[in-house]
């Protein structure tokens, strides 16, 4: 055998989305902790940390997955990435308060065509996208384009976070989405599941 073509989600991998890395033009930052339980640890730089939970909390706020606790732990609810952001906020020391959707006053969804979404809330526009998506319309941070290379080489999947005031904001998604102040880069990766290597011919690991 020379290649083995198989889905991912769920059958390589635990289905479970997490935040691994983050880069914002203040400093980096590395997450740990296991599914999506708020338990783990963000290290950051100092002149990081407040930036991070701005991103954090425009990540959470353009987003519509979520995290809750039941019994047997935490769940997501929605979509996998965006639950899993919801998780990296709270690792972040963002209340759960603080990610209610209660003041969004605007939304514009998720579009394959645009490939990213949007809410106002808060008097800002928080965006969140593909890289290729949101960069070009944001403010030009030369020192983005190093991180973005080294986390896509690693396997991550990267989102860029981004905002702009939302005062005078146009109606048109496209028109309102420019002149962005660019957040950071969240890097998510899926954790494989600990059965993997039985999927896998003994001869080919």
Same mark, same amino acid.
């Given at each position: 055998?020379?290649?083995?073509?198989?889905? #991912?989600?769920? =059958?390589?991998?635990?289905?479970?989305?997490?935040?691994? &890395?983050?880069?914002?033009?203040?400093? $980096?930052?590395?997450?740990?902790?296991?599914?999506?339980?708020?338990?783990?640890?963000?290290?950051?730089?100092?002149?990081?940390?407040?930036?991070?939970?701005?991103?954090?909390?425009?990540?959470?706020?353009?987003?519509?997955?979520?995290? +809750?606790?039941?019994?047997?732990?935490?769940h997501p609810v929605g979509d996998?990435?965006?639950?899993?952001?919801?998780?990296? $906020?709270?690792?972040?020391?963002? /209340? *759960?308060?603080?990610?209610?959707?209660?003041?969004?006053? /605007? &939304?514009?969804?998720?579009?394959? /065509?645009?490939?990213?979404?949007?809410?106002?809330?808060?008097? *800002?526009?928080? +965006? #969140?996208?593909?890289?290729?998506?949101?960069?070009?319309?944001? /403010?030009?941070?030369? @020192?983005?384009?190093?991180?973005?290379?080294?986390? =896509?080489?690693?396997? *991550?999947?990267? *989102?860029?976070?981004?905002?702009?005031? $939302?005062?005078?904001?146009?109606?048109?998604?496209?028109?309102?989405?420019? @002149?962005?102040?660019?957040?950071?880069?969240?890097?998510?990766?899926?954790?494989?599941?600990?059965?993997?290597?039985?999927?896998?011919? $003994?001869? #080919?690991?």
């Amino acid at each position: 055998m020379d290649v083995l073509c198989t889905d #991912k989600t769920g =059958t390589l991998t635990r289905n479970e989305m997490a935040v691994v &890395r983050v880069w914002t033009p203040d400093g $980096a930052a590395e997450v740990t902790g296991i599914g999506y339980s708020p338990a783990g640890t963000v290290t950051a730089s100092p002149a990081a940390a407040n930036q991070l939970r701005h991103l954090a909390i425009s990540a959470v706020r353009s987003s519509t997955g979520r995290v +809750v606790e039941r019994p047997d732990g935490w769940h997501p609810v929605g979509d996998p990435m965006e639950a899993a952001l919801s998780t990296f $906020a709270m690792r972040a020391g963002v /209340r *759960l308060d603080e990610m209610s959707s209660s003041q969004v006053a /605007r &939304r514009f969804p998720f579009d394959p /065509r645009r490939r990213r979404a949007s809410v106002v809330a808060d008097g *800002l526009l928080h +965006v #969140k996208g593909a890289p290729d998506s949101v960069l070009p319309r944001c /403010r030009p941070v030369p @020192d983005a384009a190093a991180p973005l290379d080294e986390m =896509t080489t690693a396997g *991550l999947r990267v *989102l860029a976070v981004a905002c702009r005031d $939302a005062e005078g904001l146009p109606a048109d998604p496209d028109q309102a989405e420019r @002149d962005l102040t660019l957040l950071g880069l969240v890097g998510l990766a899926g954790p494989p599941r600990g059965d993997v290597t039985q999927a896998v011919p $003994a001869g #080919k690991r």
